[in-house]
């Protein structure tokens, strides 16, 4: 079946591979003997971008995902060469989902350098950046190092940086910490929701509002 050219949105799947055990993911929630999707994201997949060229050059989206639903994408090998690749055919946006830890400053440095300024990195921190009562093993410090190497990166078009946060009973009245400290970090925007709590109730917040979103305008230093 031929891909429609009224396609909004492109999202890879790039990897089966991350690094946390977060209470709500299938890798956490799963029995690995009666799940085949848990054996196979276990088994840390990968896709082959180079099948995927002439979607990217023959086909026009408003954006382009890179989202960790069974892994997360900063782990994918070839996600630097995957980019590189796609700057040459086309300026669309790229988005990027990631916990961002565990990466080393190098790494940070060289995607820094192939995102532009519409492109989007959206860290998943719920709490403050040493919160780990959802992201369980995650790494702050790793995660600080990402953030302040794309945050200085001024003689380069860095990409827009976002923190994504989740409001649970442990973190949601300290939203504004939550919020300071994210200006702090070097952060673009703060975009706050709820979470999908089912199976594990005791996670819920009271808080039972719309997701709402504080904007920086951290390129020239002021609170907008």
Known sequence: MPFSRSIQSLH????SKCTLQCPECVRTMSDPTDNTLWRGIKEQRQIDWEQYCD????LTFNEILFCGNWGDPIYYPDLIEFITYIKTFTDTPIVIHTNGSYKDAEFWFNL???LKQDDRIV???DGLITDDRYRVNNDAESRRMGIQILKNMTNYDRPILEQKCLLFNYN?????QIVTES???GFDIISLSMPITDSNP???PAYNGD???????NRVGQFE
């Open 112 to 114: 820094g350098t192939v």
């Open 172 to 176: 949601e009245n300290r939203i504004w």
């Open 123 to 125: 860290f998943s921190i």
């Open 12 to 15: 890879f799947g790039l990897t």
């Open 183 to 185: 200006r702090n970090l």
């Open 202 to 204: 005791q996670l819920a």
């Open 55 to 58: 979607v990217v050059k023959d």
């Open 211 to 217: 997701t709402f979103e504080v904007f920086f305008t």
